[in-house]
């Protein structure tokens, strides 16, 4: 579950960034997602466990400024699909410099002698996967849909939820399908 207080600063941008206002949205992601860096890491976490929030820092530190300067940007109704675009990038490049996301915080819930196993990067490089692909569809699904209909609340909203719940629910339920496939795995080999 403090895994998922990483995206925080994204849920609150999602809920203070209505319509055509993106300047409020950023700087009240920015706040929050320093605030976390600041609070987790004064908590003794590794940069490691937050990639998520120090992921967000930037991001919104880049869209108020942004924001700020060019409040009236063709890019302002795309603010959803930003967001995913930046979450999208953030995962795929932890996939891509072989540090999944997801592994930080997965050592916080696992016994130390499991961190260097091929399994349990495997299963962090799962998860981070399904939501690079979670992000993806959904930076592609907002484009589209603000494209073409830039009042469809109920299905931005929709795509978001979806979007978010279906590979967080992934997340909790998959190490454990792990855990038991691989204790199979050794039964039968035994």
């Not at 939820?161 to 992934?170: Q, S």
Request: one cysteine or more.
């Amino acid at each position: 579950m403090r895994g998922l207080l990483g995206f925080l600063p994204w849920i609150v941008y999602a809920v203070v960034a209505t319509g055509d206002e993106w300047r409020w949205g950023a700087i009240t992601g920015l706040v929050v997602a320093v605030g976390l860096v600041a609070f987790d890491r004064r908590s003794g976490r590794a940069w490691d466990e937050m990639v998520i929030e120090a992921s967000a820092a930037v991001f919104f530190a880049c869209l108020t400024v942004f924001s700020l300067a060019a409040p009236h940007s063709p890019l302002t109704p795309y603010g959803p699909a930003l967001v995913n675009v930046w979450l999208a990038a953030t995962a795929w490049g932890s996939l891509a410099i072989r540090r999944p996301f997801t592994l930080g915080i997965a050592r916080t819930m696992a016994p130390k002698e499991v961190w260097e196993t091929p399994q349990f990067y495997r299963v962090n490089a799962v998860i981070t996967t399904v939501w690079a692909v979670a992000f993806t569809v959904a930076a592609g699904s907002l484009t589209l849909v603000l494209a073409l209909d830039p009042r469809a609340t109920a299905l931005v909203i929709a795509i978001k939820v979806l979007t978010f719940c279906l590979p967080a629910a992934f997340t909790a339920r998959y190490p454990k399908m792990a855990r038991r496939r691989l204790a199979e795995q050794g039964r039968t080999s035994a």
